[in-house]
C-alpha cells in the first residue's frame, strides 16, 4: 500500500520503503491497534515479504505526513490495519505459483460474536530466484486469528493472534555467499471498548509479543573476501494502552491515552573475516575481522498523549496534541522527549479544502534499541520536525486534485549501516562494502501534485508527480540518502467491465546515488601495492529507473460460490533498471591486475498466476 503513495521511494526487492526521504525502519505498522515490530517474511534477507495477509484486512489508513497523536514511537509514516469485518459465512481458497491462502470466517453465539482466520503458505523461490537467490527450502507461514464479543449494549470485546513462522536456506546465483535462518514471532492481544455514556468512550488494549531468529552465512568471494557470521536474537515485550474521547458535541472531542511496556532482549553475534589486497585499507579498517558481541537488555517505556479537535469557526477544523514518550534501561540512563502536533483543515468553498500542519515525532522505543542498549549504552533517541500545506479540490463527478508540499528537519545524530556496492548482499554484516553512516542532521522536502478522475466510473486513472531530496549532514557536507530521488511519477490505472477487471501500475524516477569504487591506476602489477578506495560519497547516480506492473482477472459465478482467475505480471517491459554494482580485480594477460565493475538489476520480469475460490 506505501509503495503506491507519491513521495514513496521503494526498492525492488524487499517488503519495506522509504516514505518521503525516511529510512526504512521508521514506518509504525499497526493491526488492530497493536504496534508491531517487525512484520515481515525473511527479515534479515531483505524483508521480502509483508506477513500481514490481504485477505485478513478490512482498511488500512496511511499517514506519509503529520499523523495524530496517538501514533508515537515512529518518525516516519504510519501503516493503520483494521481486521476484516465478518458480517456472513465467509470461505475463501487462493492458490498461485507464489502459495496458497485461506480465510474462514463466520458470525457465531447467535451474532453475538464472530471469529476468523486467515492462513498463508508463500512460496519464496519464484521472486527469490530473480535476486539471484536459489531457495531449496523454503518455509514462509503466517496465521492471523481473530474473535469478537459483544458484552451487552455497551461494551464489546476483540482478540487475536498472529503468528510468523520463515526457515530458509539461500544462495547466491554464483555460490560465493550463503545462509541460513530461521525466525519465528507471535503476537496476541485484547482489545476492549466500552461505552460509559453517548459522548465517553475508553478503549483498552493488551498485548504481548515475542521472535527469535537465527542466521547463520558465509561468503566467499575469490580474490576478495571469506569469512562467516552467526547471530542469534530473542525478544519479548509486553504493552497497555489506555484511551479516553469525550466528545458531547460536534464541534470538539478530547482523547486521552497513556501507554505501559516492557522489553527483554538478548542477542550474540560473531563474525571472522578476511579481506584481501587491494581492499585494504581503502573499504576495511584492518585486513581481518574477529568480533565477539553478547547483551542482555530489559527496558521499560512509558508515553502519554492529549489531543483536542476543535470546530471553532466556520468550515475549519483544528486538531492540537502533546505527547511525552520516556524509556528506562535497568543499567542505563532513562530520559523523556516531549513532542507536540497542530493541523488545521479549512473549507475555502464546497469542493476546495485548505490544510496545514506542524509537528514533531520521536522514535526511542526499546524493541528498537536493544541492539544498542547493552555495554554501550542506549542509542540516541531520534526527533523529527515537519510542516505540511496541502490544497485538495474534488468537485463530483469530475477529476479531483492535491498539491502538498512538506518540510522535514532530522535534528539527533543517527547511526546507521550501509552495504555501498549492492544491498542485496546475503551476510551484510561482513560484507567487504559495510560502511557507517554518522548523520549529524538530516533534510528532507517535497512537492507533490496527485490528479485522480472519478472513481465510480468503468474507467480510472490516477497520476502523481514528485519533487524531493532527502539529505543527510555527514562530515560537515550534505550528502543525498542513498535512495534519494529528485524526480518521480506513477500512473495507477482501473478498468472493470462486467466480470472482467484490469489494473495496472506505471512508475519513473530519477536513479538512485552511489558511491563509487576508485583504483589508484588503470592496472597495476602487484595487488598488495594497490589500494582501492570509496569515492565522494554517493557523488554518481544510477540509471532512471522504470517499471510497468498489470494485473488482468475475471470472475465466474458457480452454484457454490464464485471462482477467479488473476494473472499478474510485475515489471511487464522487462525494464532491465540497475540496482547494484560489483566490483572484482581481474588478472590481464599480461599479468598486470585491473579493476573492474558489473551491473546488477532490480526485481525483473516475474508472472505470478492465481485461482481464487470464494463462497
Known sequence: ALQMLPGSAEAGYTARTHVRGSR??????????????SPFHLEELQSLFSAIDPQSVETATAWTGIAPIQFGNRIGAVLD???RRVVATSLDAALSNQGLSLFAGTPVAGDGGTVFAAFRAQNAVSPAGWVDLDTPVPYLDDLVVRATWTLGERTSLAAGA??????RSAYSNDRTEQVRLESQAAYAWVRIRHDFTSGLT?????????????????????????GTATARDARHSIGAREELTYARSRRWALRLGAELGTVDGDNSAAAQAGYLAPWVPGLQPSATLDQFTAQSVHADSAAGYASLRLEGLPRTIADLGLRYDARRYRAGPSDGVPTARVSVRHEIGTATTLRVGWGQSSQASPTDEISGGGAGGPLAARRLTQTNVSLERAPANTWSLRLEAYRKREGAPVVSYE????PLTLVP???????????????MDGIELTAASDRSRPLGVALSYTWSRADDLVGGRWIPRSWDQPHSIQALGLWQSGAWRVSSTASWHRGWPYTPLLAPAQTWSDPGSAAVALGPRNSLRMENVFSLDVRASRIWPLRSGSLEAS????????????CCRQYSVVAQPGGDYRLMSTRSNWLRFMPIVGLRWHH
Open 567 to 578: 494473472i499478474s505480471l510485475l515489471d511487464a517491459t522487462d525494464a532491465h533498471s540497475t
Open 419 to 422: 552495504n555501498v556496492f549492492s
Open 429 to 443: 554484516d561482513i560484507g567487504v562494502d559495510r560502511i557507517t553512516v554518522l548523520s549529524q542532521r538530516a533534510r
Open 162 to 167: 498472529l503468528g510468523i513462522d520463515d526457515r
Open 24 to 37: 526504512d525502519d521508521e514506518t509504525l505498522l499497526r493491526y488492530d491497534g497493536v504496534p508491531l515490530a
Open 81 to 83: 490495519f483494521e481486521p
Open 202 to 226: 475508553s478503549e483498552t488494549l493488551l498485548w504481548t509479543d515475542g521472535a527469535s531468529d537465527f542466521t547463520a552465512g558465509t561468503i566467499a568471494v575469490p580474490g576478495v573476501e571469506s
